[in-house]
């Protein structure tokens, strides 16, 4: 089922299939809730799945012009689409720089959340990582900026964007992640998150990590080029968590690796988190 949910900021887009214990999916930077299709629908047969589209550069419709697009703004979005769904005991779940809005939701928003799963994503001083710096030079640039996003609804540069991080994907996917940088007003939405990407949010959501008393699972990469094993060591330890690292996989865990993935949340919530209160 497909719904807008209507929030101060803007209209979201909300996806949901299934029924029982809530998974909440977050995505990343240039990627919609289709991030997360692969997982949802080795899910959605046991579990309640909620997706969205966030104003992160895949998402089709623009935010209002006066909308708080920083990080800590958007993890308030995601904080307003659980409340205006009414969900509770959340498993939220995220990859890429959606993990870092979790670790957001979970410093500042954390009241309905049930459990935490994190896989590749930033952290700690890694927002954005060491390789993506220029993301927030290219937010402040909005001319330059948005060039470059216009020069990505391009197949040769798509390509070299989303090949990096994604190592079994789909040219129809990631076409459609890329189509709505041809509206100015999507391009204006991305660019004033990536402005207000700052590692300041991370390091101080660290405290809240380690005070967060629910179940974690941290699951990454081996290898990533962009996220260090390190982080995820750390998070795990933060979170009193279980640290999975997988091979053969980039930092689109969710694409790359659905069936271990999807499994990896199913026994988390089945042994560790348990039916809804």
């Known amino acids: 089922m497909e719904r807008g949910?209507?929030?101060?900021?803007?209209?979201?887009?909300?996806?949901?299939?299934?029924?029982?214990?809530?998974?909440?999916?977050?995505?990343?930077?240039?990627?919609?809730?289709?991030?997360?299709?692969?997982?949802?629908?080795?899910l959605a047969g046991s579990h309640r799945c909620v997706s969205i589209d966030l104003p992160l550069g895949a998402h089709r419709t623009a935010m209002k012009?006066?909308?708080?697009?920083?990080?800590?703004?958007?993890?308030?979005?995601?904080?307003?689409v659980m409340d205006q769904l009414d969900l509770r005991d959340v498993v939220l779940v995220g990859n890429d720089t959606g993990g870092a809005l979790c670790q957001l939701v979970v410093a500042h928003h954390p009241e309905r959340l049930a459990g935490l799963v994190l896989t590749t994503c930033d952290a700690y001083e890694h927002f954005p990582p060491p390789l993506l710096k220029s993301l927030t030079f290219l937010g402040r640039k909005p001319r330059i900026g948005g060039a470059f996003l216009r020069l990505?609804?391009?197949?040769?540069?798509?390509d070299a964007i989303v090949a990096p991080v994604n190592k079994r994907r789909s040219t129809q996917r990631s076409q459609a992640w890329v189509e709505?940088?041809?509206?100015?007003?999507?391009?204006?939405?991305?660019?004033?998150?990536?402005?207000?990407?700052?590692?300041?949010?991370?390091?101080?959501?660290?405290?809240?990590?380690?005070?967060?008393?629910?179940p974690a699972l941290v699951v990454w990469t081996?290898?990533?080029?962009?996220?260090?094993e390190d982080d995820g060591r750390r998070l795990a330890a933060d979170l009193s968590a279980p640290l999975e690292i997988l091979d053969d996989t980039?930092?689109?865990i969710p694409l790359d690796q659905p069936d271990r993935l999807g499994s990896l949340i199913r026994d988390l919530v089945a042994e560790r988190v348990g039916a809804p209160k």
């Open 250 to 252: 980039r930092t689109f």
């Open 222 to 228: 081996k290898g990533d080029r962009f996220f260090p």
């Open 65 to 80: 012009p006066e909308a708080d697009l920083s990080p800590r703004g958007v993890a308030a979005m995601i904080a307003g």
């Open 5 to 42: 949910i209507e929030l101060p900021q803007g209209t979201i887009r909300v996806y949901e299939q299934g029924e029982g214990p809530v998974l909440f999916f977050v995505h990343g930077l240039l990627v919609s809730h289709t991030l997360w299709e692969l997982v949802v629908e080795r």
């Open 180 to 214: 709505p940088l041809g509206d100015p007003a999507i391009r204006r939405d991305v660019l004033r998150f990536m402005a207000r990407i700052d590692n300041a949010d991370t390091i101080a959501a660290a405290p809240a990590l380690k005070a967060f008393d629910r």
């Open 152 to 158: 990505g609804r391009f197949g040769l540069v798509r």
